[in-house]
């Protein structure tokens, strides 16, 4: 029951660092609604949020604010890894790279990753349902795979 | 204007090389080589006949470092090329910030990525490093940071008074449109000093085009600016062209005009909706995406990408567009045009906006020149410079269209001119639909391994946001030896602390709308 | 000398409304997992730490604004009590006694108008 009320009212901060944040915009706008899914509002401060979207490249010098962002989230708190640059350091790795943090995993514990440079808002809709169902324990909309 | 310019160069500085170069081969028409003795005589020559500083670079070329200067002209087609050699040991060099502004940040960043030193530069702290990188990035060989360099580096700390207030505008902030942060330092609600502080982004593309090929590199331009990657993208793949040598067909060009404008309104809606936003009127921003989602359809459908499109190859384009392409940009523009009286109701009549926008971050010319800034923050501060005709490339020769200028440089003046922009565009549009003619849309033999000329290229072209210029030195392979890119949000940035000193909170907020920055295109 | 069951629903009110922020506070508390970082109780300033200490002298016109505002906080709190005896009473001085109170209220406010209180800068240039 909790679990419910968790789910269906994940509240993101808006936390776009680079062009994913673009997309996840989208997906909030008009024809890709996140709102459905309980998540319209998206809270600036972090104490009012419960999701946090890292949207775009994690460099060491924003690895700090990362952090100190992720811990005045309360718990429980979830993070969805979007994007290529978030999921794995994306197209900027390279020998000889100094400013990149390779996956926003090595900083923070991530639940859902949404691959995809950038991804398309329903990319992002999907991994948005499927920490529902991490939340939840059930699917809210039967998949692709169940459907066949 | 050349030729004076030239004969008056000569007479001035008599025992300087003056060399006059093919513009079409390299972007230039002069190419001028000094010592540092010269340097500020010369800056003060160009700054007298009112050119501005389009870019400081440096270039490591192994046995000496060398700092390229390109000063242009707002008014008539002349570009200088100024260049310094010095002795990669003990770089030093006078430095240009009390002639142009904008060789303050300029200098920065050399100083960061390849340890020049510019005496009389009053703050020299990371601009986008931080204390974690101990070497000097864009340098071929490994030189790591001195310790009293690092020391000056780090010794960022803005005055603390007993009555200001020290407040960080952070780099999670929904109005800096990106990671951006500025620290303010306020009085009451009034903004005394404004501290840009970028890097939050670097993603270190200037190094990864020096180690990857001219095609590998291709992706990455999408990504600079996302909201006008094509624009980003046509003029990285128009400036190998010409280093090259590629001829494009005519069918290609009208293509990528199209593909281009289409991008632009994308952009301007965006900018449109965010602005709006940030000002606190959130409606117009799920009409602008609405728009935008429509333009991204017929996009989508050729290129394959929504939005960090990569779809421009050497000698033409990577997929030929087909008749639902003609049809749906047709239906878009009609579309298009008639949601403007929407946005005329909406937006430009609203009283609120209107107040909050009229008189709020005066730019005057003046200051625009010695800034350097460009796109519709230079149109709106009331100098009427393109480059879509001012350097005409792809099919732009052979187009028509008005350029809209502003009268009073304030943030109003920019709104306009950016909705008269996204009008020129559909013009733009319509004529190269019109002049579409059958045919191949890349050449026969594209090549696979490119054969640059050596030397460089600086080539423009106007990006939603300003003038972008990409200064490529080649030395002959596939990779390039070095690559420039001359973003516009930098200069117009660099703007912002004098806009925003005495203004209040909120309306700082509305000038930094205003000059419509991207921020990874910034952070490069 | 009123009858004191009549405040019955006033105290009922308000021991609803301290149970219900009780219960707001309290559930969360006990329902939450529990995490700490290093900078959870810190304050937030966009992911930086903060410059500085909060405490410095500020400007003049937030505390006199502020003062305003508490002066017309309770001028409305006094209007309340008022409004729910005003229909019980048909005597028609009753108004005028309340209107010159609102009046005598109203002459400070047009007051701090005419100071510029109400008025604040658009751009100041001596900085």
Known sequence: MLELARANSLWPVTFGLACCAIEMMSSAMARFDIDRFGAGVFRPSPRQADLMIVSGTVTKKMAPVLLTLYEQMPSPKWVIAMGNCAISGGPFVFEGQYNLIEGVDKLVPVDVYVPGCPPRPEGLLEGFLKLEEQITGKRRFPGPVERC | MLDITKAELKAAFADLSIIEEDYCQCGYHLSVDLTTKDILDVADFFDERHFYLAVELGVDYREYLEIVYIFASHSSLCKVKVTLKLDPSHPAVPSLSKIYDCARWYEREIHEFYGVRFAGHPDMTYLFLHEGIDFYPLRKANVPVPAEDKELLSSFSPEQREDALIVNMGPQHPSTHGVLRVVLRMDGEYIEEAYPVLGYLHRMQEKMAENRTYYQFLPNTGRMDYLGAMSFNLGYVTAVERLVGIDVPARAHCVRVIATELNRICSHLLWVGAYLADLGGLSPFLYAFDDREHIQDVLEAVTGSRLTYCYFRFGGLYNDVDEAFIAGTKAVIARMRGRFPLYEKLVSGNVIFINRTRGIGVITKERARKYGVSGPVLRGAGIGMDLRKKEPYAAYPDLNFEIPTGRNGDALDMYHIRIRDMETSLDIIEQALARLSEGPFIIEKAPKKLKPRKGDLYHVVETPRGELGIYIVSDGSDKPYRMKWRVPSFSNLMAFPELAKGNLLSDAVAILGSLDLVIPEIDR | ?127
């Open chain 3, 1 to 127: 000398m009123t009858n004191l069951e009549e405040f019955t629903p006033v105290a009922l009110f308000s021991l609803v409304a301290i149970l219900f922020a009780l219960f707001s506070i309290v559930l969360p508390h006990l329902l939450a997992p529990k995490t700490r970082g290093e900078s959870t109780q810190g304050t937030y300033e966009c992911g930086i730490p903060p410059f500085g200490s909060a405490r410095v002298k500020y400007g003049i016109h937030y505390y006199i604004y502020a003062l305003i505002f508490i002066a017309f906080d309770v001028d409305v709190l006094y209007l309340f009590p008022v409004a729910l005896s005003y229909a019980r009473g048909e005597r028609i001085h009753e108004f005028y006694a309340l209107l010159s109170f609102v009046i005598i209220l109203a002459l400070a406010v047009i007051y701090a108008w005419g100071k510029g209180v109400f008025t604040w800068k658009r751009k100041i240039s001596h900085l």
